[in-house]
């Protein structure tokens, strides 16, 4: 079962663009959603963290939660090279804290 | 700012040996969690470990994995028999509850040959 479908992209924008990453899941039993940052051979880095539906901003983030239609977004605001990475959605309904990861977007931004 | 720390980061090792997997988890989290991902391909949930038991573990984690807190700082993941699909990088990740964030080590790249 496919639970978490993200579109690996690659997504290449100009500096100081908008840039909408999605994913979708099949699971209403997830919760709580979470956005990392992964740069190439290292660890996700956590970047936002949401629970049930609604928009959480931090700084030129924002995340969105649509629990209705089973989709997230992360918006990036005046993106900036160094946002070039690969953005990981991930979600849980668990009690024991299992995330279920999307496949990840490969972003380019160029100056 | 305190961190999820894991080593080596790097093991190469021979098919059929064993290999452990060191991390040293955030010092007031209580929950850890070891995930894997092969190149190219999604993180995958491996298991979860709470109060020195496993909570809940996947279908990939079957006996030849095991996992250990052998002491207070530190948590071990051990694959007996490595196999050449187990190239993988590992990542270890902890949190204060469940429902809270997860923050993950840098991870360790194992390479079977």
């Known amino acids: 079962q496919k639970e978490v479908e993200q579109d690996p992209g690659p997504l290449s924008v100009p500096e100081g663009a908008i840039v909408s990453l999605n994913c979708t899941y099949s699971n209403s039993a997830f919760q709580y959603f979470m956005w990392y940052r992964q740069y190439s051979r290292k660890g996700p880095e956590l970047l936002m963290y949401t629970y049930s539906s609604g928009n959480k901003e931090d700084g030129r983030f924002t995340a969105q939660v649509d629990k209705s239609s089973k989709y997230i977004s992360l918006f990036i605001r005046d993106s900036q090279p160094s946002d070039s990475a690969t953005y990981l959605c991930a979600m849980t309904g668990s009690t024991l804290g299992r995330l279920y990861f999307g496949r990840g977007t490969q972003l380019t931004v160029w100056p | 700012e305190p961190e999820v720390t894991q080593t080596p980061s790097h093991q190469v090792t021979q098919m059929g040996q064993e290999v452990i997997l060191r991390c040293v988890p955030i010092?007031?989290?209580?929950?850890f969690y070891w995930y894997r991902q092969i190149l190219g391909q999604k993180v995958e949930f491996l298991v979860s470990f709470y109060n020195n038991e496993i909570s809940e573990k996947s279908e990939i984690f079957d006996d030849q994995f095991s996992v250990e807190r052998p002491d207070g700082s530190n948590f071990t993941l051990k694959i007996r028999s490595t196999k050449l699909e187990d190239s993988a990088m590992y990542f270890c990740?902890?949190?204060?509850?469940?429902?809270?964030?997860?923050?993950f080590g840098p991870g360790t790249r194992l390479t079977v040959t």
């Open positions: 990740a902890s949190s204060g509850t469940p429902r809270d964030e997860q923050y």
């Open positions: 010092s007031n989290h209580l929950y």
